[in-house]
């Protein structure tokens, strides 16, 4: 499994073009080669980046799903609508299109911030206000979230 970090603060160009951080380009250097899946997020408003064998494991546990099944079926349709296959060019930089930029409000000023195996792509404003959203105790978050976790001595504390 692929853990990448960091958050980078970028500029997207007028035609949709952002240059990958060297910082994230180091950490990506043997998956580049293999390209890329951008895709609107389920849960907010930004875009996911995949590098491929990332996606190609998200797309095993999809493909699992019975497609005889509506619930599952819709849930296909919406996960995979708008997904493009994105490469990065010789120029360490990567195409966003016109559909995925107006989905996530991308302005000029955006975030690429690293969050396990995939890169979140947020407008800095939207990224900013996510983060420091006053209505989220992340104590109780991490709490809810990463509290059982200890239960077999794995370490954490």
């Not at 619930?71 to 994105?86: E, P, S, Y």
């Not at 955006?110 to 992340?138: M, Q, R």
Request: charged fraction near 25%.
């Amino acid at each position: 499994m692929l853990n990448l970090i960091g958050v980078h603060e970028c500029k997207m160009d007028a035609k949709g073009r952002v240059g990958i951080p060297s910082g994230l380009k180091k950490q990506l250097l043997p998956l580049l080669d293999q390209g890329f899946v951008l895709k609107r997020s389920v849960f907010q408003p930004c875009l996911e980046l995949y590098p491929m064998q990332e996606w190609e494991g998200t797309m095993a546990k999809v493909n699992r799903l019975n497609r005889f099944v509506k619930k599952n079926n819709d849930f296909i349709r919406r996960f995979t609508a708008g997904v493009k296959l994105v490469e990065v060019d010789g120029s360490g930089r990567i195409n966003v299109p016109n559909d995925l930029i107006a989905f996530s409000n991308l302005k000029s000023d955006i975030v690429l911030s690293a969050s396990v195996g995939t890169i979140e792509i947020w407008d800095k404003a939207a990224y900013e206000a996510t983060i420091n959203d006053p209505e989220i105790d992340f104590g109780q978050l991490a709490e809810d979230v990463m509290g059982g976790l200890n239960e077999e001595a794995d370490g954490l504390s």
